[in-house]
């Protein structure tokens, strides 16, 4: 069974603090991405990764950074939390082209 | 880029009812997904499909490929089916990694 997880479930952060959040999956795919969901905007793509060190921007990069060490863990920084920033965010990982996405439970941050 | 329309956004049916949930794409596409998420976020994929017609229990979706049309039908519903139903299609047309996600439908079964 696929396990796609991620760091925490709920986080409260201030406004201007760095923000750490982290994916783990466990099936030795390739692909990785991070998105954020907001009601009545669905889910947007922030990033992507197709390999260790390698990234691609998706539709709402802006604000956001990525980091891709280990192929199993990709992890998105928020440089500077800003109040728009309050989201649900989403990891999920692919094996390969034509292949189910794995979502992770999702992490709840609001940003005060 | 793809955009995704799905309809309708809300859907409230009783127990035991057939249920449909409809997606439009605007770009040819080589496959399509339909999600599940239910309350608390966790999302799981349902179906992919790139012809025809795939069924998964009481679950069947469709798709059209010339009319870039994909439907999802939930036979006998059920309470536990209550959830937001999300189809998803690539980004642009070409590559199956990323993709573009509808605003989703929630379906709530009342017993």
């Known amino acids: 069974d696929v396990k796609v997880t991620q760091s925490s479930r709920y986080l409260v952060k201030r406004t201007g603090e760095k923000v750490f959040l982290e994916c783990v999956q466990d099936?030795?795919?390739?692909?990785m991405f991070w998105y954020r969901q907001d009601p009545g905007l669905g889910l947007r793509l922030i990033y992507f990764?197709?390999?260790?060190?390698?990234?691609e921007k998706g539709d709402i990069p802006e604000g956001y950074s990525v980091s891709r060490e280990k192929k199993e863990r990709f992890s998105l920084i928020l440089e500077s939390a800003s109040t728009s920033q309050t989201s649900m965010y989403l990891c999920?990982?692919?094996?390969?082209?034509?292949?189910?996405?794995?979502f992770g439970p999702g992490t709840r941050l609001l940003v005060l | 880029k793809n955009e995704v329309e799905q309809s309708p956004q809300n859907l409230t049916a009783q127990e035991g009812e057939f249920i449909t949930i409809n997606c439009s794409y605007s770009?040819?596409?080589?496959?399509l997904h339909w999600l599940q998420q239910h309350p608390g976020g966790g999302i799981v994929s349902l179906f992919m499909?790139?012809?025809g017609k795939k069924k998964h229990g009481r679950l069947i979706a469709t798709i059209n490929i010339q009319e870039k049309h994909s439907s999802l039908h939930i036979t006998a519903s059920h309470p536990r089916d209550s959830a937001v139903y999300i189809c998803?299609?690539?980004?642009?047309?070409?590559?199956?990694?990323?993709?573009?996600f509808g605003k989703g439908t929630l379906l709530t079964v009342n017993p």
């Open positions: 999920a990982s692919i094996s390969g082209q034509g292949e189910t996405q794995y």
């Open positions: 099936m030795d795919h390739e692909n």
């Open positions: 990764s197709y390999d260790v060190k390698m990234k």
């Open positions: 770009v040819g596409i080589s496959a």
């Open positions: 499909l790139s012809s």
């Open positions: 998803a299609v690539p980004h642009s047309g070409g590559s199956n990694y990323k993709l573009t």
